[in-house]
């Protein structure tokens, strides 16, 4: 989630460092990340903004050679057949090629990909069932986890959590 300044401003600095104008000064640089995950967040900005702040957007971004891994080994090694279908149509979404409806562009989640609740406390009770007898167990807590857009909802969901326990 870097901006793309950060990756440009480090090819110019390198270039002049080594005193070589090849791309990052002809040093090979390594990235590793998500890139079909959400774009950074720029306050008071406008999603264009968003967009030309990606690393895709840079102008180094043309000499980047990128490697996708192919293997989810979390749920190979779990022999987890559930968790191996996940992992493959989560890849489908982030991929762009999950069935779509043509008119609207969208994808419809089937219930093998979420679970809809009402509140906070039936998130929790779905995600950490038995909480208040868990809570101590690190290999099960580490199967477990909510994600949130915003750090306030993490926070009241945590405060949730700890009024349950």
Known sequence: MAHRTSLEALDRTLQDLRDNTNVMGGVLLMLSGE???TLRVIPKSTPADEIKACLKKSVTWEYVK???LTTNVRAQISGDEKAQE???KLLQVGEGTY???ENTCQ???TNDL???VETPEQLINEVYPSIAENYTNSEWLRERIILAT???IINGINNVIQEMI
Do not use: C, M, R
């Open 99 to 101: 069935a779509i409806y």
């Open 107 to 109: 994808i419809t989640l």
């Open 66 to 68: 990128i490697i996708k």
């Open 114 to 116: 979420h679970n809809v």
């Open 35 to 37: 890139f079909s995950q």
């Open 150 to 152: 915003k750090n306030d």
């Open 86 to 88: 996940f992992s493959e």
